[in-house]
T-cell receptor, first 112, second 110 residues
Framework: NAGVTQTPKFQVLKTGQSMTLQCAQDMNHEYMSWYRQDPGMGLRLIHYSVGAGITDQGEVPNGYNVSRSTTEDFPLRLLSAAPSQTSVYFC???????????FGEGSWLTVV | EDQVTQSPEALRLQEGESSSLNCSYT??????LFWYRQDPGKGPEFLFTLYSAGEEKEKERLKATLTKKESFLHITAPKPEDSATYLC???????????FGKGTTLSVSS
């Protein structure tokens, strides 16, 4: 039972580099989302998707891009990494927000 | 504005010393309040969902309760393995995602 799978687990980037955090779920969930977790700030929503082809911004979307071409995958793209994007990133999915929301194990990103 | 506030930020207990964690929330039309447990280096792990005032749910040494303005996570006779950060969240007004509190870090010593 894979659930929500995130890759990579750890990544170090240089300022200005781009990269994609991958997220895949095998539960056929329509709703997927990306959060970042920073010390003292809690989990904050970056972007979310309510189904293939539909995405929207969350609380902290600047510097990030998403797309949803399939139900299973929801990648998060950093277009030009900045030190302020150093954080732990969590992908989540659910059948609908009123039900249990499942989280991945997280991706630790450091931008130097 | 949807908001979730958890208290205390940190709590230290002796094994067997019962206590409660608080989660106060502000959201128009509560669609669901969630409790999660998060261990260091891991993603949040689902514990409970509460939907209406007066509702209670239990799991082992944990019991979650809900009123119109807050939720409590009661921990009865905790053990060291209950040490973790406990997160509270509500579904946002748009019904599309969770709004999290900053969490309570619980440490239980033997």
């Amino acid at each position: 039972n894979a659930g929500v799978t995130q890759t990579p687990k750890f990544q170090v980037l240089k300022t200005g580099q781009s990269m994609t955090l991958q997220c895949a779920q095998d539960m056929n969930h329509e709703y997927m989302s990306w959060y970042r977790q920073d010390p003292g700030m809690g989990l904050r929503l970056i972007h979310y998707s309510v189904g293939a082809g539909i995405t929207d911004q969350g609380e902290v979307p600047n510097g990030y891009n998403v797309s949803r071409s399939t139900t299973e995958d929801f990648p998060l793209r950093l277009l030009s990494a900045a030190p302020s994007q150093t954080s732990v990133y969590f992908c989540a999915s659910t059948r609908d927000p009123g039900n249990t929301i499942y989280f991945g194990e997280g991706s630790w990103l450091t931008v130097v | 504005e949807d908001q979730v506030t958890q208290s205390p930020e940190a709590l230290r207990l002796q094994e067997g010393e019962s206590s409660s964690l608080n989660c106060s929330y502000t959201v128009s039309g509560l669609r669901g309040l969630f409790w999660y447990r998060q261990d260091p280096g891991k993603g949040p792990e689902f514990l409970f969902t509460l939907y209406s005032a007066g509702e209670e749910k239990e799991k082992e040494r944990l019991k979650a309760t809900l009123t119109k303005k807050e939720s409590f996570l009661h921990i009865t006779a905790p053990k060291p393995e209950d040490s973790a950060t406990y997160l509270c969240a509500v579904i946002n007004q748009a019904g599309t995602a969770l709004i999290f509190g900053k969490g309570t870090t619980l440490s239980v010593s033997s």
